[in-house]
T-cell receptor
Framework: DSGVTQTPKHLITATGQRVTLRCSPR?????VYWYQQSLDQGLQFLIQ???????AKGNILERFSAQQFPDLHSELNLSSLELGDSALYFC?????????????FGNGTRLTVT | GESVGLHLPTLSVQEGDNSIINCAYSNSASDYFIWYKQESGKGPQFIIDIRSNMDKRQGQRVTVLLNKTVKHLSLQIAATQPGDSAVYFCAEKERDYGGATNKLIFGTGTLLAVQP
């Protein structure tokens, strides 16, 4: 168990809808990362937050947004969903202030857009 | 942009044999590398990491080798067991002088199948 918690585990929704994925990092970790894993794209970095502030951004669509709250949990919001957004979404966290430390991943949310 | 890639998409080994999973990276600015194991239905699980100032690091039954000259990373698993069957990813992090992020770029993965 990595200590990173993601909810829900599964989500099925229709095109055009909006969903929110939630992540609780490991105790003591200040950084949260979101990744998307699809069959044809592998693990793609979306965005990173550190202590509530956006720190790095990947190829995240404008329809997607995220935030990290004062209690350090994070949410990833996906709107105007399309069939191609179906994927596994992973959250990871890392030790605060440690450069070159590994990311620890949750077990993901499987999103199916129908 | 630059990316990490794997030579072999599938590796089949006999139980008890040693496994070697290879990874080529193209970003010479990368200074930190990690191997992850992903089992079906789970998130990537940290196995071992190595910094660019090292060329070898050993863990329990695993060894990571880094050859910066040819930009090559490998994961060796000793006495492979059925429980080692999974997809293995290498990941790299570009040197970040500001220390702002540990953003990782992942390779495409290698499926390790252990035959009993």
């Amino acid at each position: 168990d990595s200590g990173v918690t993601q909810t829900p585990k599964h989500l099925i929704t229709a095109t055009g809808q909006r969903v929110t994925l939630r992540c609780s990092p490991r105790s003591g970790d200040l950084s949260v990362y979101w990744y998307q894993q699809s069959l044809d794209q592998g693990l793609q970095f979306l965005i990173q937050y550190y202590n509530g502030e956006e720190r790095a951004k990947g190829n995240i669509l404008e329809r997607f947004s995220a935030q990290q709250f004062p209690d350090l949990h994070s949410e990833l919001n996906l709107s105007s969903l399309e069939l191609g957004d179906s994927a596994l979404y992973f959250c990871a966290s890392s030790v605060a202030g440690h450069y070159n430390s590994p990311l620890h991943f949750g077990n993901g949310t499987r999103l199916t857009v129908t | 942009g630059e990316s990490v890639g794997l030579h072999l998409p599938t590796l089949s080994v006999q139980e008890g044999d040693n496994s070697i999973i290879n990874c080529a990276y193209s970003n010479s600015a990368s200074d930190y590398f990690i191997w992850y194991k992903q089992e079906s239905g789970k998130g990537p699980q940290f196995i071992i990491d190595i910094r660019s100032n090292m060329d070898k690091r050993q863990g329990q039954r695993v060894t990571v080798l880094l050859n910066k000259t040819v930009k090559h990373l490998s994961l060796q698993i000793a006495a492979t067991q059925p429980g080692d069957s999974a997809v293995y990813f290498c990941a790299e992090k570009e040197r970040d002088y500001g220390g702002a992020t540990n953003k990782l770029i992942f390779g495409t993965g290698t499926l390790l199948a252990v035959q009993p």
